[in-house]
């Protein structure tokens, strides 16, 4: 496979997701802002504020979704931002990081015990996976996760896939028609690296960014390593399935590894796969 890179430049990139009329947009943690890209290049300023984004979904509002200190709505015509889930650091949660939506529109959102980016002086702590609702009131669905990252669900929507770095493992929970979740179990485990965002592709098989070793790591549904795709920095952060028919798989990264403090960027390369749309969140606005 070919490694096209698209843009770079940034800190840390992160937060992929495909916008039928506004191509990739993708968050930069450490310097903050939400941008747009094609297969170009040109890159465009989406929202030029805010830090910390890990996660994002697009919301059938006309707007994101983003998470960081908090999980809020943020619509494209304006700069003003609507809290859906705060954090509550009194209580072991200091922010949130990858999110997804399910087939419902519902939003899930790992929540972080301690930062893993900005150092507040705290020993790393684990965090839980919260189910923000349709009517917008939330819950713990899961819990113990030492460093929440990427999430996706089984093309059936009945398996949710979700990283947990720190432990070097994918895990997965069976779906119940509520949102709750079955008891954790182990999906896949990493010998090298550790597991960062991950998407699902309509085959079944699960593509986790794997941080640190540089690629990305393809897994059959039932675990089983297939290959890698490299790329040309060492943190690789997550992907993201793209373009008209969702078969180019974005990926991104950063800084990390190497000299220079904007390394991080954007690359794509073709897949014989295509990748599931990830539904509109639909949660209710405050």
């Given amino acids: 496979m070919t490694v096209n890179t698209i843009t770079e430049g940034y800190g840390l990139v992160e937060g992929p997701v495909w916008h039928e009329k506004l191509g990739l947009l993708f968050s930069d943690v450490l310097f903050g ?33 983003v998470s ?22 009194e209580n072991g949660n200091v922010g949130y990081n990858d999110i997804t939506t399910d087939s419902k529109g519902r939003i899930y959102a790992g929540s972080l015990g301690s930062s893993p980016v900005f150092d507040d002086g705290r020993e790393p702590q684990a965090g839980n996976l919260y189910l923000i609702d349709l009517d917008g ?6 819990e113990d996760i030492q460093l929440t990252n990427g999430l996706g669900f089984s093309p059936d929507n009945k398996i949710l896939y979700h ?63 297939s290959h890698s795709i490299q790329i040309p920095l060492p943190m690789c952060t997550s992907v993201c399935f793209g ?8 990926i991104v990264s950063g800084s990390n590894g190497v000299e220079g403090d904007r390394r991080g960027g954007v690359y794509s390369v073709s897949t014989e ?3 599931i749309p990830v539904p509109l969140a639909k949660v209710a606005l405050p």
Wanted: with cysteine; charged share 20%.
């Fill in 137 to 142: 009131t939330s819950r713990v669905v899961a």
């Fill in 163 to 225: 990283a947990d770095s720190r432990r070097q493992a994918v895990c997965c929970y069976d779906v119940l028609e509520n949102g709750d979740l079955g008891p954790k179990q182990t999906f896949a485990e990493f010998d090298q690296g550790a597991p960062d965002g991950l998407v699902v592709a309509t085959d079944g098989t699960v593509w986790v960014a794997n941080a640190s070793a540089g690629r990305v790591d393809v897994f059959s549904n039932s675990g089983a390593f």
């Fill in 68 to 89: 960081g200190r908090n999980i809020s709505f943020k619509p494209f015509d304006s700069d003003t931002s609507i809290v859906l889930l705060d954090r509550d650091e």
């Fill in 273 to 275: 796969v295509s990748g």
């Fill in 33 to 65: 802002g939400v941008y747009s890209t094609s297969d170009s290049g040109e890159v465009e300023t989406i929202f030029s504020h805010r830090r910390g984004i890990g996660g994002m979904s697009i919301h059938v509002s006309e707007g994101l979704v």
């Fill in 243 to 250: 373009g008209s028919d969702l078969s180019t798989l974005y």
